[in-house]
């Protein structure tokens, strides 16, 4: 099985729990604003691998996996646009009892039964989701991302019945996914999951501003800052309030 990816982290602290082999698959299909790799977007670019050759490697940092309760993490791009590479991917993982996560924003979602079936084989052998919901409101979505977050919240809503694990990510941009009330909006979405253990709220950066001017792009969120401090702890109280409120009532 051979799939197409863009590189390679191969000690990644901040995409799931542990040590992290994080994978970057080639190919997405939402073009948002603040993308730091857009370099993945296109899914002819990168590089082809085989699911082999991954696990070779792979199995170098087992020990690192053990000692931290790490384990693998494929990202993007967005990998959900390789469902076959990842199932046989991950059945070689869990083969070797290594954890195994997806990072996705869930932009290819479909309700085709073709497509379910292959992803109820997938979350199988997936131990954990992080899902970025990039905006709760469809027309701010629609600008934001170029595409509506309908199907989106259909597969937050698909893991939520499968009973995956979720950790949600919010990245945090000033001015377009900050304001209190789509804040609110999306956390009572969240409030509606029972699959989710963790919320991350991510703040907006511009470390990836020189990868648009090397493919001659023009980046659409200039002059716009990272969030203050304030605004962050400011997301992170109205989005976290409905899971700790949801733990303290599984202890009543």
Known sequence: MIGRIHSVETCGTVDGPGLRYVIFMQGCLLRCQYCHNPDTWKRMDGKNITVEELVTDIQSYLPFFQASGGGVTVSGGEPLLQVDFLIELFTELKQLGV????????????????????????????????????????????ALTGMSNQHILHFAQYLDDRGVPVWIRHVLVPTISDDNEALQRLAEFIRTLHNVVKIDVLPYHKLGVYKWEELGL????EGIEPPTQERINNAERILRTGLMRKKMESFQ
């Open 218 to 221: 023009e980046y659409p969120l």
């Open 99 to 142: 954890h195994t996560t997806i990072d996705s924003c869930g932009g290819c979602f479909s309700a085709s039964p073709y497509y379910l079936e292959k992803l109820d084989t997938l979350m199988q052998v997936t131990d954990l989701v992080l899902l970025d919901l990039k905006h709760i409101d469809l027309a701010d979505h629609i």
